[in-house]
T-cell receptor, first 114, second 113 residues
Framework: DARVTQTPRHKVTEMGQEVTMRCQPI?????VFWYRQTMMQGLELLAY????????DSGMPKDRFSAEMPDATLATLKIQPSEPRDSAVYFC????????????FGDGTRLSIL | KQEVTQIPAALSVPEGENLVLNCSFT??????LQWFRQDPGKGLTSLLL?????REQTSGRLNASLDKSSGRSTLYIAASQPGDSATYLC????????????FGKGTHLIIQP
């Protein structure tokens, strides 16, 4: 089965450090989403790409977060500088740009900022 | 702004029981509603997707219904098994400029052997 692949699975680092999370969407999918999951807020949309173009990143703190798609097989989410409140699980999902098609999720990156 | 609520937040039942998980959403203008399962430390697995024009979808022991006008969906699990223990998340897709899913906070389900 085709899967969304996220790396790393776990990341522990000190506050102030740069963090880069990577996502390989399912081949043929042209939409990519980044979500963040915390106990308090649940799952929240951070950014959304269609055909590699960013369409909505209103959920991201733009002063420290950035999301890019260098090519169709790679999406990145960077945090610089990182803060303890960024600790969460970050999920990437991909889908086909057709209404009523499900989004497929990766296993997430569990991020801990000390 | 779309809001999704799931009730109950947690549920523990003996094996073999039929059970219903509830989801409600505030804006009925949706394209579809999706039910996911999340196991501890894992990502989300899509269980069922109901299009806005549909009333229900079935997969094995799972049946999801949608009443768009009242902003409600239910996930029915028949003959529950310990392997069904997980967190179940409901999410709606509203399309338009914000094309991500809006999630509820989930129902944490425990099936007692």
């Amino acid at each position: 089965d085709a899967r969304v692949t996220q790396t790393p699975r776990h990341k522990v680092t000190e506050m102030g450090q740069e963090v880069t999370m990577r996502c390989q969407p399912i081949l043929g999918h042209n939409t990519v989403f980044w979500y963040r999951q915390t106990m308090m807020q649940g799952l929240e949309l951070l950014a959304y790409f269609r055909n590699r173009a960013p369409l909505d990143d209103s959920g991201m703190p733009k002063d420290r977060f950035s999301a890019e798609m260098p090519d169709a097989t790679l999406a990145t989410l960077k945090i610089q500088p990182s803060e303890p409140r960024d600790s969460a699980v970050y999920f990437c999902a991909s889908g086909q740009d057709v209404d009523n098609q499900p989004q497929h999720f990766g296993d997430g990156t569990r991020l801990s900022i000390l | 702004k779309q809001e999704v609520t799931q009730i109950p937040a947690a549920l523990s039942v003996p094996e073999g029981e039929n059970l219903v998980l509830n989801c409600s959403f505030t804006d009925s203008a949706i394209y579809n509603l999706q039910w996911f399962r999340q196991d501890p430390g894992k990502g989300l697995t899509s269980l069922l997707l109901i299009q806005s024009s549909q009333r229900e979808q079935t997969s094995g022991r799972l049946n999801a219904s949608l009443d768009k006008s009242s902003g409600r969906s239910t996930l029915y699990i028949a003959a529950s098994q310990p392997g069904d223990s997980a967190t179940y998340l409901c999410a709606v897709y509203s399309g338009g400029g914000a094309d991500g899913l809006t999630f509820g906070k989930g129902t944490h389900l425990i099936i007692q052997p």
